[in-house]
């Protein structure tokens, strides 16, 4: 066990740490759900690109700089500690790309890859439907062959980011007689496909954030499909354990956002005993989930893959970030509810957004519950909770 | 940067799981046979000159086998012997390592397994003792084995002979982070002085220390204890069948037992940072100590919660093995400080200063 980093290591910090703070803009960005902060993130994204910094696990000919799993933690630490915007680009980094990697042809990856690191195009994910939220495997949309591709059709919804992205990424059912997670197909979509609609759904802040996204016969070729026909379930999956278990949350977010609280904290001075405790254990959490991140990556560079497991990080991370802004609004008091276009609002009522935000963790991404019940069965081995009757056997 | 043990350390604890698991067997004895209690033990005492690092696996293994011997408060008499060389060192530490004579450090006023003890040390008030037992004091786990303290002896420090007068480090109220031994702090890594401790200000910061380092392989322990709970409990609930199916098959069920395995899991890395930073003589060590005790001790008896729960009534008896874990998980995460004790602690090195937070690394 050695905790210390390598002095490469260290360098790739203090450039990290300088690009930064010469780069960072001094005020914060419009949120990234209206149309002026959108632009602005994706030009945010196209500086860190020219820095080589937007993606830096990736491989050098697709836009990264080939770093190592601890670089990209040191990377991410930097990143937040710097007070630097949200990422707009994360759908496409964190869900789409590890699977353009592992499955995607080389001339997919070239013509996609890129551009998602530079922002150029923004990707949205095609998970959720009206019929499917943490039931992947109940997706309905359709896709159905003709000339030279397939036609889709159907509905998909809570669509982060999609009101203003330029491509989907999603699950189609290939095979009309499938059921369950057979005969589904992983499609890449354009959204300014003839025969696509979005309209923005409203999330608690108030901004579009989500999207719902009707397909009417849209025409994709071949070359967009990712991973094969009918193997959408195996690509969707192959991913979501090796890259929510480490990559999706990195824990530099977290401990900016601990750290930020003890300064709240001490700044407010005088707190009583169950907000000083309460403060303390924000910010323990953050750090278990920064210790937790360096076994997970020590584990992976020894060769372990990712399991069921990263279903205990999901639970862990959502509700560990939920209790801090909880715990950040009971210290602010009466300006706890104040937003940001409030002349008294504390950090640009950051605290609150957050709070809105976080309160979203336990359910995106499939939800606490069944995160739970993945816990409970995968990793506990726990007998499997009744289904239906038509599927018993 | 690497978080994770070695194959052989690793190896270790499986050879002492294996041990443990035997039945019949004098266990204490089996891990002396292999060495358990001389790797904090300098070489040159005899010992095998490892650290806190070496035994994770071992204290994990013996919290999953709820082994009531006192292996955490013999190793930190150890490190403190050592810490403080002299003839105490010189007397004891052969004999620790040799399996000859258990030495204990208690922490608080009742003394664990006193009746096994050769020498018991211990702190009052900032001040080195030994103490004496005197009558038992049954805890509700009776593998405890709690004795009153009849009477204490203050140890005088052997006297300075390598520090220069002036180079001792400030008591350690004025400065818990640094709480480490002599000579830590220049070479970023734990060296058991040459010289011993020099005077008062050192010994009192070797027992801040001796606590932390209790509260750190405590931590550890009960991450093994809780572990094994939640097996013994998904165990029970895959067999267990009500309303025509296993208990276990019930979300409700799963639900107690999948958040006490979050719990686990994410109290395991903190413990074992805290061994990490007491053995290397960390500047945040104090802190580390107390949040991975604080972690470890809430994990444990919510999991001891939830595995009671999910057994029902046959876990409320003494005729099935779980009441063993639930007393260890209990008593420990109200020895060598309870959760809200270190709670406060963590709450005061982060809020009382306004120094930059440090995270190490």
């Known amino acids: 066990m050695d905790l210390a980093y390598t002095p490469a290591e260290e360098a790739f910090r203090r450039e990290a740490r300088a690009w930064l703070a010469a780069n960072v803009p001094a005020e914060p960005l419009p949120s990234l759900d209206t149309p002026e902060g959108f632009a602005a993130h994706r030009e945010w994204e196209r500086r860190l690109y020219d820095a080589r910094l937007s993606v830096v696990t990736w491989p050098e000919e697709y836009g ?330 | 940067m690497r978080f994770g043990l070695t194959a052989e350390q690793r190896q270790f604890g499986t050879v002492a799981a294996e041990l443990l698991a035997k039945p019949d067997t004098d266990r204490w004895a089996a891990l002396t046979d292999l060495g358990v209690p001389a790797v904090l033990v300098p070489e040159e005492h005899g010992g095998l000159g490892g650290d806190e690092i070496d035994l994770l696996p071992v204290l994990e293994e013996a919290g999953r086998a709820a082994l009531p011997d006192p292996l955490v408060e013999s190793l930190v008499a150890t490190r403190l012997l050592t810490a403080l060389g002299g003839s105490l060192a010189t007397e004891w530490l052969p004999q620790i390592a040799s399996g000859e004579s258990l030495v204990l450090f208690a922490d608080g006023p009742y003394l664990p397994h006193a009746d096994r003890a050769a020498l018991i040390l211990t702190e009052r008030n900032g001040t080195l003792c030994t103490a004496t037992p005197g009558a038992p004091q049954p805890s509700t786990d009776p593998a405890r084995r709690l004795y009153s303290t009849t009477a204490i002896t203050p140890v005088t420090a052997p006297s300075p002979n390598t520090t220069e007068p002036g180079t001792s480090r400030p008591p350690a109220d004025a400065a818990p982070m640094t709480a480490t031994a002599p000579g830590a702090a220049e070479s970023g890594a734990f060296r058991p002085s040459a010289g011993g401790a020099s005077g008062a200000a050192d010994v009192r910061s070797l027992l801040v220390e001796a606590r932390d380092r209790g509260a750190a392989l405590t931590a550890v322990y009960l991450v093994g204890v809780a572990r094994r709970m939640i097996d013994m409990a998904v165990e029970y609930t895959r067999e267990r069948t009500q309303f025509g199916r296993p208990v276990g098959s019930f979300q409700a069920v799963k639900h107690h037992l999948a958040n006490a395995l979050v719990a686990v899991e994410f109290a395991r890395p903190p413990a074992y940072r805290a061994a990490y930073s007491l053995a290397r003589g960390s500047r945040t060590a104090s802190r580390d100590a107390s949040m991975a005790k604080a972690m470890a001790s809430e994990a444990a008896l919510q999991t001891a919660r939830a595995a009671l729960q999910v057994h029902g009534a046959i876990g409320y008896t003494l005729e099935y093995d779980l009441h063993h874990w639930l007393r260890r998980a209990w008593t420990l995460s109200t020895a060598w400080g309870t959760p809200t004790h270190h709670h406060r602690q963590v709450a005061s090195l982060l809020l009382d200063s306004e120094e930059p937070l440090e995270r190490l690394p």
């Open chain 1, 64 to 393: 990264g700089r080939g770093a190592s799993l601890a670089e990209w933690l040191i990377f991410e630490e930097e990143y937040y500690l710097a007070g630097a915007p949200g990422r707009v680009g994360q759908n496409g980094i964190f869900l789409l790309a590890p699977s353009l990697l592992e499955f995607g042809t080389e001339e997919q990856r070239r013509r996609h890859l890129p551009p998602m690191a530079s922002g150029e195009e923004v990707w949205a994910q095609g998970w959720s439907e009206p019929e499917a939220g943490s039931d992947l495997a109940a997706v309905r949309s359709r896709a159905v062959r003709t000339d030279g591709g397939w036609l889709l059709s159907g509905q998909k919804t809570w669509s982060s980011r999609a009101a203003y992205a330029h491509w989907l990424f999603g699950l189609f059912r290939t095979d009309p007689e499938s059921a369950r997670h057979h005969g589904l197909t992983y499609f890449l979509v354009p959204l300014d496909a003839p025969g696509v609609t979005v309209r923005g759904i409203r999330q608690l802040d108030g901004e579009p954030g989500f999207a719902e996204v009707f397909f009417d016969e849209v025409f994709v070729p071949d070359d967009q499909v990712l991973g094969g026909v009918g193997e959408g379930w195996r690509v969707a999956m192959s991913t979501t354990g090796s890259e929510r278990g480490l990559t999706l949350r990195s824990p530099g977010r977290f401990m900016a956002a601990a750290d930020r609280l003890v300064s709240l904290a001490r700044r407010i001075g005088d707190l009583g005993e169950a907000e000083r405790l309460e403060v303390a254990r924000a910010w323990m959490n953050a750090d278990a989930y920064r210790l937790f991140t360096f076994q997970t990556l020590t584990r992976v560079r020894d060769g372990a893959t990712i399991g069921p497991e990263s279903s205990i990080n999901k639970v862990f991370w959502s509700e560990m970030d939920l209790h801090l802004h909880e715990t950040a609004l009971r210290l602010l008091g009466p300006r706890a509810e104040l937003t940001g276009a409030a002349p008294d609002a504390v950090a640009g009522g950051r605290w609150l957004d957050g709070f809105l935000f976080a309160l979203s963790g336990p359910i995106y991404g499939g939800t606490n519950e069944i995160q739970r019940n993945i816990i409970a069965e995968r990793v506990l081995g726990m007998p499997r909770e009744p289904r239906p009757a038509k599927e018993s056997q």
